[in-house]
């Protein structure tokens, strides 16, 4: 068997007629017609040389053809490397140069910049703009739609993509054909996709949330997907009359909870709300459940190894945490240091392994063979716990851990005390360096507009709350808190902005 995700995605394709997406204009793209375009587009690949393993790296809005190319290269045998569309041209020149494609595809707009970074690596570039029109669309028009699928092995990488990395350079995440297979069909199951679902994407595409997680359990469910380019709250509450899934970042339902018109009739129409890539608020949770009536499903996963965990479609979906490990992927906790594994409820990094997780850093062997154990277990970075009840809680990433004192100090466990104090809307609780304990931990807190809540009061209500070393030496208040466009504190861009704010002892 073809292990080609485009071969085991549309191979056979039963009832082209069936709607695969629905763009925001209301143009209607079925599975037929979704197939029919990428062959067009593998076969204008073929013609500006690309070769099976070739990458073909893309930085475009999102549309539908860019979706198409995504499959395309796929079918081609292409390694599909997607680029956030934040980068500018200086980002880009790295992962360019760091991944050496033949074929770079950019927006229009763009094209002048990037053709300076190809031309050294000989390298062609396309374009593709947000409506989809550009030289790649050209070409692939006047081209036939037949194109006999490039066989792939299960090990053979589909797809590389960039780590977000707050520190230091960022990793190309290598992702085989059966590492997306084996994810996909795992959610479709737990999740229960199926050919009546109708999914509002309003996700980007160059992450794997976007392009892996929604895209993907879609189309091997023959579901249809309403395709938004945008997160517009309400614009998603007002497909909910019509639509059955939605993906989205913490964020999203923090926004759309804003929306007066959100209510039980307003979704009724909706069987499961799923939130990931950020931690979810347990105060947003139950907030929605309350409104809507569903409990909001929160899952785990990350670039390198897609998902990890999920909380049950059936079965108690609790706040907080992310869920049990999913079916096929193994969770341990482990000692950082040493490395042995903890006892249940103990804190300590999460590491997985799985069909899911990736083979490896792109042309980095020694980072690869820093993050996996020698019993295949990946390092994930993550700090957490497992519950007697085999969910996952997460506690952040270990690099945001505070060492005051010599103590630990688990941000999320002062921001959740934070986050309970009235008037407070959320907070970001970070280590600072500090004359005499090392680090200082520091809170950053977006406060209601009418709350009269100052740093006092904050500091007060938490000294019966928790251990003088875990308290905040500090509380600054902000109106928002930076976050990336998946919805995650940059934590690293607060440290950096108080980074003098003990300096004075
Ligand atoms: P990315 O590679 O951009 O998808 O980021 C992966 C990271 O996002 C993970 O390693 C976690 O730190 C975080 N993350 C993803 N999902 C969740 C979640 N449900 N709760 C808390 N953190 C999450």
């Known amino acids: 068997m073809n292990a080609n995700i485009f071969a085991r995605l549309f191979e056979p394709l039963d009832e082209p007629e069936r709607l695969a997406i629905e763009t925001a204009d209301g143009?209607?793209?079925?599975?037929?017609?979704?197939?029919?375009?990428?062959?067009?587009?593998?076969?204008?690949?073929?013609?500006?040389?690309?070769q099976p393993g070739d990458r073909v790296a893309v930085q475009v809005e999102k549309s539908v053809p860019a979706l198409a190319l995504y499959l395309a290269c796929a079918r081609a045998g292409a390694v599909y490397l997607p680029l956030n569309t934040a980068y500018t041209l200086n980002e880009l020149a790295y992962f360019v140069s760091d991944a050496g494609p033949r074929l770079i595809v950019c927006d229009p707009a763009a094209s002048e910049g990037v053709r300076g970074l190809a031309a050294p690596l000989n390298a062609h570039v396309d374009t593709l703009d947000a409506d989809g029109r550009g030289s790649l669309m050209e070409a692939a028009v006047a081209m036939p739609a037949d194109f006999a699928t490039v066989p792939r092995a299960g090990g053979d990488l589909a797809a590389i993509l960039y780590t977000s990395g707050t520190t230091g350079r960022s990793k190309g995440a290598m992702l085989t054909h059966a590492n997306l297979v084996s994810n996909a069909l795992t959610l479709v199951e737990c999740w229960r996709f199926d050919r009546n679902d109708v999914l509002i994407h309003a996700l980007p595409i160059y992450h794997t949330h976007g392009l892996f997680v929604a895209s993907n359990v879609t189309l091997f469910a023959r579901a249809a997907m309403i395709f938004l380019a945008k997160f517009d709250p309400a614009r998603v509450l007002g497909l909910m009359g019509r639509a059955t899934a939605l993906m989205g970042v913490p964020t999203h339902y923090v926004r759309l909870l804003r929306e007066p018109g959100l209510s039980r009739e307003a979704v009724r129409a909706m069987r499961v709300f799923i939130s990931g890539s950020a931690p979810l608020l347990a105060d947003t949770h139950r907030e929605w459940a309350e409104r809507t009536g569903h409990a909001i499903l929160e899952r785990y996963g990350m670039t390198e190894t897609g998902m990890n965990t999920s909380n049950p479609y059936d079965g108690a979906r609790v706040a907080g945490t992310v869920g049990p490990a999913l079916p096929g992927v193994a969770v341990r906790v482990t000692d950082p240091d040493t490395g042995r594994v903890l006892a249940r409820d103990t804190i300590g990094m999460i590491e997985v392994k799985g069909p899911n997780v990736f083979s490896g850093y792109w042309r980095m062997p020694e980072k690869t063979r820093a993050e996996f154990r020698a019993d295949g277990f990946f390092i994930t970075g993550d700090l957490g716990k497992i519950d007697?009840?085999?969910?996952?809680?997460?506690?952040?990433?270990?690099?945001?851990?505070?060492?005051?004192?010599?103590?630990?100090?688990?941000?999320?466990?002062?921001?959740?005390?934070?986050?309970?104090?009235?008037?407070?809307?959320?907070?970001?609780?970070?280590g600072v360096p500090h004359p005499d304990f090392g680090e200082g931990v520091t809170a950053v807190v977006v406060r209601d507009k009418a709350a009269r809540l100052d740093e006092?009061?904050?500091?007060?209500?938490?000294?019966?709350?928790?251990?003088?070393?875990?308290?905040?030496?500090?509380?600054?208040?902000?109106?928002?808190?930076?976050?990336?466009?998946?919805?995650?504190?940059?934590?690293?861009?607060?440290?950096?902005?108080y980074a003098a704010l003990y300096a004075d002892g």
Not at 28 to 50: E, F, H, K, Q
Not at 397 to 415: A, C, M, Q, T
Not at 460 to 476: C, G, M, Y
């Open 456 to 497: 006092a009061g904050v500091m007060a209500a938490l000294e019966d709350r928790l251990a003088r070393f875990k308290q905040p030496k500090r509380v600054i208040f902000v109106d928002d808190l930076p976050r990336n466009t998946m919805g995650k504190v940059q934590k690293n861009v607060l440290r950096d902005s």
């Open 388 to 430: 007697a009840a085999g969910y996952v809680h997460i506690l952040g990433r270990g690099k945001d851990l505070i060492i005051s004192g010599g103590f630990n100090v688990y941000p999320k466990e002062v921001e959740g005390e934070i986050d309970a104090i009235p008037g407070v809307v959320e907070s970001a609780v970070i």
């Open 27 to 50: 143009a209607r793209i079925s599975y037929g017609d979704l197939v029919a375009l990428t062959g067009r587009l593998a076969n204008a690949l073929g013609a500006r040389g690309v």
